[in-house]
């Protein structure tokens, strides 16, 4: 079945980095586009970053421009999530996804996703 693991979470202080690392298994990876997505509590499941099945096309929410960067490493069946200059604001359970649709590359949409990970904690203290 498929799995996607995701892992590098953790606490760390305002302005440092961490990375994502989701690792995939049971499907067809370079045939899916791939996303990372957000939740702090009490909200709702937010788009983060994604990235196409070539890895040509990228897209991002206006909140990490700049900042995050989504790459992808199709021997390894592996998206990442290079998270600079970390805020507060960035604390939530850090989730990949894996999107089949072959029309619509890179979807910031939660609806588009046909599996998601179990997440990984991002907590960034003040």
């Known amino acids: 079945q498929v799995q996607l693991v995701e892992s590098g979470g953790g606490l760390v202080q305002a302005g440092a980095s961490l990375r994502l690392s989701c690792a995939a298994s049971?499907?067809?990876?370079?045939?899916?586009?791939m996303g990372w997505f957000r939740q702090a509590p009490g909200k709702e499941r937010e788009f983060v970053a994604a990235i196409s099945w070539s890895g040509s096309n990228t897209n991002y929410a206006d909140s990490v421009k700049g900042r995050f960067t989504i790459s992808r490493d199709s021997a390894k069946d592996t998206v990442y999530l290079q998270m600079n200059s970390l805020k507060p604001e960035d604390t939530a359970v850090y989730f990949c996804a894996a999107d089949s649709n072959r029309f619509i590359a890179a979807s910031s949409r939660v609806g588009a996703y046909d599996y998601w990970g179990q997440g990984t904690q991002v907590t960034v203290s003040s």
């Open positions: 049971g499907l067809t990876f370079n045939v899916y586009s």
